[in-house]
């Protein structure tokens, strides 16, 4: 089970943190990824970290301004989130990777959080 929460409303510029903490499963053996849905698009990749933490990739959308970490002892990752801007406004969605390697596609994942909003407003 996976539990995303940090999601608000913030100006443009502004910065959010998301957590995702997981229970119910060997969370450090898999790679963790970051998702958005943004309304009426398809859901997107953000980034994603490996097992260990060693590897990271994000989209080029995002590439410089969000980060992505994860604590292996508190079964948490986190996407810090900078220089939002409004295009940034969608649900994100963090998940369980099938393996500890990063992937990009949303079939990698097998398990889904619930999703939490970031509004970014101009």
């Known amino acids: 089970q996976l539990q995303a929460s940090g999601g608000g409303l913030v100006q443009a510029g502004g910065s959010l943190r998301l957590s995702c903490a997981a229970s119910?499963?060997?969370?450090?053996?898999?790679?963790m990824g970051w998702f958005r849905q943004a309304p009426g698009k398809e859901r997107e990749f953000v980034g994603a970290?490996?097992?260990?933490?060693?590897?990271?990739t994000y989209s080029d959308s995002v590439k410089g301004r969000f980060t992505i970490t994860r604590d292996n002892a508190k079964n948490t990752v986190y996407l810090q989130m900078n220089s939002l801007k409004p295009e940034d406004t969608a649900v994100y969605y963090c998940?369980?990777?099938?393996?500890?390697?990063?992937?990009?596609?949303?079939?990698?994942?097998?398990?889904w959080g619930q999703g939490t909003l970031v509004t970014v407003s101009s």
């Open positions: 998940a369980s990777g099938r393996t500890g390697t990063i992937m990009t596609v949303t079939t990698s994942y097998d398990y």
């Open positions: 119910g499963r060997t969370f450090s053996r898999y790679a």
């Open positions: 970290i490996s097992w260990s933490g060693n590897r990271i």
